[in-house]
Nanobody, 124 residues
Framework: QVQLVESGGGSVQAGGSLTLSCVAS?????????MGWFRQAPGKEREEVAG????????YYVGPVKGRFIITVDNAKNALYLRMNSLRPEDTAMYYC????????????????WGPGTQVTVSS
């Protein structure tokens, strides 16, 4: 059974930084070749923020977070991270760790496994 558990969310002022972590259990080397982060703000659809190939570490970022967020993976620890810099109020959302296969950029319907989420709140 695959489980993803996020941590590291919180409240921060605009311009600040946070690092989200996700620990995965039950994922084998050949399962779900991609991990990533999605977010969902109140009243909005869930959207992908970043994804990374577990084997190569090659990342993908959506436009609004490029140059501000960094996604990394530590396969030895079965862990995924998202370093978020220069945070903006519009980054406020519930952030979800996810695992899937196929393409780096996907819709939420393509995700196989979800974590419960961690809240990030950015005040101006």
């Amino acid at each position: 059974q695959v489980q993803l558990v996020e941590s590291g969310g919180g409240s921060v002022q605009a311009g600040g930084s946070l690092t989200l972590s996700c620990v995965a259990s039950g994922l084998t080397k050949n399962m779900n070749s991609i991990m990533g982060w999605f977010r969902q703000a109140p009243g909005k659809e869930r959207e992908e923020v970043a994804g990374i190939y577990r084997s190569t570490g090659s990342p993908y970022y959506v436009g609004p977070v490029k140059g501000r967020f960094i996604i990394t993976v530590d396969n030895a620890k079965n862990a995924l991270y998202l370093r978020m810099n220069s945070l903006r109020p519009e980054d406020t959302a519930m952030y979800y760790c996810a695992a899937w296969s196929g393409y780096l950029a996907v819709a939420p319907s393509s995700v196989d496994y979800w974590g419960p989420g961690t809240q990030v709140t950015v005040s101006s």
